[in-house]
């Protein structure tokens, strides 16, 4: 088992910064490569951005490329999504997602979830 939980969500202004965080605890969290996925009311669930269990390769979608940030910190068992430049359309709850086998935007592939954090830009 691994839990997860995120924190760092809030209320910014468009244009604004936010820093999203993924404490994970239980297995060894350096096994696992990490997803971060994002909801908005009334939408599926979307992919944002993932990592392999090393950091070494990230993935983005197209909608946060060049604006969103992912990293981790494995001796920290943290995974950070760095938000920068942010649109009203980012508004979502964000969720942080961990697999053995990462396939990046595939949210059936992650086994573990955290309970989200809710992002919400203002225009």
């Known amino acids: 088992q691994v839990q997860l939980v995120e924190s760092g969500g809030g209320l910014v202004q468009a244009g604004g910064s936010l820093r999203l965080s993924c404490a994970a605890s239980?297995?060894?969290?350096?096994?696992?490569?990490v997803g971060w996925f994002r909801q908005a009311p009334g939408k599926e669930r979307e992919f944002v951005a993932a990592l392999s269990w090393s950091g070494g390769t990230i993935f983005y979608a197209d909608s946060v490329k060049g604006r969103f940030t992912c990293s981790r910190d494995n001796a920290k068992n943290a995974v950070y999504l760095q938000m920068s430049s942010l649109k009203p359309e980012d508004t979502a709850v964000y969720y942080c997602?961990?697999?053995?086998?990462?396939?990046?935007?595939?949210?059936?592939?992650?086994?573990?979830w955290g309970q989200g954090t809710q992002v919400t830009v203002s225009s």
């Open positions: 997602a961990a697999s053995r086998t990462l396939i990046p935007g595939a949210s059936s592939n992650y086994a573990y």
């Open positions: 239980g297995r060894t969290f350096s096994n696992y490569g």
